[in-house]
């Protein structure tokens, strides 16, 4: 079977990244009968240098078409003081929100080679292993109304609207509990029921849907709660499912724990399984064009995209494998405390890869 992919290099490290996802992508076609029909396009700063649009209608439609889209990162300096529409940014929400990818999957894992990377104390978060499940398409960052207006005596007033369906609740809580299913079977919603109506819905709703599903231990936490817990001990976690902007603020932190953010992918998917695989990382403008950028998180969205939306999980256990036996050997980039370059963790994944 030929999969279609759309590969979206975007900005800063974006391009020096993906071009090492790419290469693995090349020797599972080379090596392991793996067939695909690659599309490139522009996203971010690219769109709006290329087409005048961070995200040109053209790259829409190729994303429509393709099973699963590979995004390295958008923005930079360069694009940060044109009018909000056109900022790199809003490619990225515009395109989660044409493809309707609503549920957001960000895996936060210590590898035990990293354990010294991380800022926490090793038996504190030794074994990690979370996976997040974030609302991605709702909440308050696409509620209307939304703006800057001025008020009678002339002060200016900012304002967002934190607004959830049931049915949006419904399907990324179903997507949580199918993760949950597949893992410990223990869910942790985070909300902010006891101040937010909105948090209150989300919380009955989740509640209906893990009682009718079965079998599933659910438990809720308040958003302030989950932070500090997820600092104290995050390893009772197993998998946490959220709204928009919590899911932000957690799973940064929670990819804190593991030491580097330049190792971790994520998955935006839709009700199809159609998904968007980027790492969670942004462009790195302050590393861009030297090289030293990891490309590991680009490689493991690479094995993601494999799993979730191409049904290859056979080739997405070669890649992770593949990935902790380069660490196990020591390989590292800067953000690791090591030396290597882009491409030379790149070619070390490969070399695995070849003989696994
Ligand atoms: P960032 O994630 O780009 O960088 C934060 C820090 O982590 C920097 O010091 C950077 O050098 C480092 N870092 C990031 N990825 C790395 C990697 N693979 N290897 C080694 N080090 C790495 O976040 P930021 O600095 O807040 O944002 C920079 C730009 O990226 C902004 O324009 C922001 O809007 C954008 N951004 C984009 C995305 C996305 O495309 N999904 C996500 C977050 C931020």
Same mark, same amino acid.
């Given at each position: ?5 759309l590969i979206l290099e975007g900005d800063g490290i974006g391009p020096e990244i993906v071009a ?7 020797? /599972? ?7 695909? *029909?690659?599309e490139h396009g522009l996203i971010g700063g690219a769109g709006v240098d290329g087409a005048g649009d961070p995200l040109p209608e053209a790259t829409l439609d190729q994303a429509k078409?393709a099973? =699963?889209i590979l995004l390295g990162a958008v923005g930079g300096v360069k694009w940060d003081s044109l009018e909000r529409p056109m900022r790199p940014e809003q490619g990225l929400l515009r395109i989660r929100a044409g493809l309707?990818l ?31 499940? +974030? ?6 960052y696409f ?55 909105? %948090?209150?819905?989300? +919380? ?22 989950? =932070? ?40 935006? /998917? @839709? ?5 968007m695989?980027e790492p969670?990382h942004g462009s790195a403008p302050d590393i861009a064009g ?16 494999? +799993?979730?939306?191409? @049904? *290859?999980?056979?080739? =997405? ?25 882009? %491409? ?13």
């Amino acid at each position: 079977m030929t999969h279609n992919l759309l590969i979206l290099e975007g900005d800063g490290i974006g391009p020096e990244i993906v071009a090492e996802a790419m290469k693995v992508v090349d020797c /599972l076609q080379s090596d392991y009968g793996f067939q695909a *029909e690659i599309e490139h396009g522009l996203i971010g700063g690219a769109g709006v240098d290329g087409a005048g649009d961070p995200l040109p209608e053209a790259t829409l439609d190729q994303a429509k078409q393709a099973d =699963a889209i590979l995004l390295g990162a958008v923005g930079g300096v360069k694009w940060d003081s044109l009018e909000r529409p056109m900022r790199p940014e809003q490619g990225l929400l515009r395109i989660r929100a044409g493809l309707d990818l609503f549920a957001n999957l960000r895996p936060a894992i210590l590898y035990p080679e990293l354990v010294d990377a991380s800022t926490l104390k090793p038996d504190v978060v030794s074994g990690l292993d979370i996976m997040i499940v +974030r609302e991605l398409t709702g909440g308050i960052y696409f509620g209307q109304p939304r703006g800057i207006r001025e008020l009678e005596n002339g002060e200016k007033e900012g304002f967002n609207t934190l607004v959830y369906r049931e049915s949006e609740v419904d399907r990324i809580t179903r997507v949580a509990v199918d993760v949950a299913k597949k893992r410990s079977s223990t869910l942790c919603s985070v909300d902010k029921a006891n101040v937010l109506e909105v %948090s209150e819905l989300w +919380r009955n709703k989740v509640t209906e849907i893990c009682d009718e599903v079965g079998g599933i231990n659910l438990s809720h936490m308040y958003v302030d709660n989950a =932070a500090m817990q997820l600092i104290r001990e995050p390893k009772q976690f197993d998998v946490i499912v959220t709204g928009n902007m919590f899911g932000d603020i957690l799973s940064d932190a929670a990819a804190m724990l593991t030491g580097s953010i330049g190792m971790l992918p994520s998955a935006s /998917l @839709n009700s199809d399984n159609k998904g968007m695989y980027e790492p969670i990382h942004g462009s790195a403008p302050d590393i861009a064009g030297k090289g030293i950028a990891n490309p590991l998180a680009t490689i493991l969205s690479v094995a993601m995209m494999l +799993r979730y939306s191409l @049904n *290859e999980g056979e080739l =997405a256990d070669k890649i992770e494998t593949s990935v902790r036996q380069v660490l196990a050997d020591g390989a590292r980039t800067a953000d690791l405390g090591g030396s290597m370059t882009t %491409s030379e963790m790149g070619n070390a994944v490969i070399t695995v890869l070849k003989s696994n």
